[in-house]
């Protein structure tokens, strides 16, 4: 049996396996589903950081009871959203996080953590030069949604921050034992969870921001122009 370690064995598969994407790449986006006439709806906003995307969600359309951490970012007053992202957590907590980092968190599987951050003005204003889409959900693809992210945290229950946010108000928070690697990053992290609300994304072909965005924009319009 090799000695090598996991971590051979896990860059090998990687070598291996990179040639496939774009043959991944080639299965068709799910269709948009309808939404019934009358249904109740809320607005998903994707805020485009250059390398990954941020969900951000209207904080009163949000229950505290059902994702507790909400309580730590009302701290500072109620926000108009709160905006969430997942990540590797030595790579996403890092105020200047070097090569070594980043190539730690893409080529072995790493803990993380989820980004949580009250926005307190219209999100242009707080996203200046920033892309973002605003996507309807329906009402019950919105609570399923919520309930994916919130039940990312390591204590659903009583989350406890681990480091400041990397702007506005808010915290890092241990996630659970799911592992950040090069084939689930952030943006495969985010697709799910929209794939949870009902849009029409492909989350298993989702590696980089730019194929998020493209589809998320069959359903979504722009609140600002890249």
């Known amino acids: 049996m090799s000695q090598r370690g996991p971590r051979y064995t896990y860059l090998c598969w990687l070598v291996l396996l990179t040639p496939l994407i774009s043959l991944v790449a080639c299965r068709p986006v799910p269709a948009?589903?309808?939404?019934?006439?009358?249904?109740?709806?809320?607005y998903v906003y994707l805020v485009s950081h250059g390398r990954?995307?941020?969900i951000a969600l209207h904080r009163e359309a949000l229950a505290a009871e059902r994702w507790p951490a909400l309580d730590t970012l009302d701290a500072w007053g109620t926000p108009r959203y709160v905006e969430v992202g997942w990540g590797d957590m030595r790579y996403y907590t890092a105020g200047a996080p070097t090569w070594a980092d980043g190539a730690r968190a893409l080529f072995w599987p790493t803990d993380s953590v989820l980004h949580l951050v009250g926005v307190h003005r219209p999100l242009p204003e707080a996203f200046p030069q920033r892309p973002i889409l605003q996507v309807e959900v329906a009402a019950t693809g919105f609570e399923r949604l919520v309930d994916f992210i919130a039940a990312h945290h390591a204590d659903a229950t009583a989350p406890v921050p681990v480091a400041r946010s990397l702007y506005g108000r808010g915290y890092f928070f241990a996630a659970d034992g799911r592992r950040y690697h090069f084939f689930y990053n952030s943006n495969r992290w985010a697709a799910e969870a929209l794939e949870r609300a009902g849009v029409p994304i492909a989350s298993s072909i989702i590696l980089f921001e730019h194929q998020l965005m493209a589809q998320a924009a069959r359903t979504g319009r722009p609140l600002r122009e890249p």
């Open 52 to 54: 990954h995307v941020g």
């Open 32 to 42: 948009p589903p309808e939404v019934r006439p009358g249904e109740p709806t809320h």
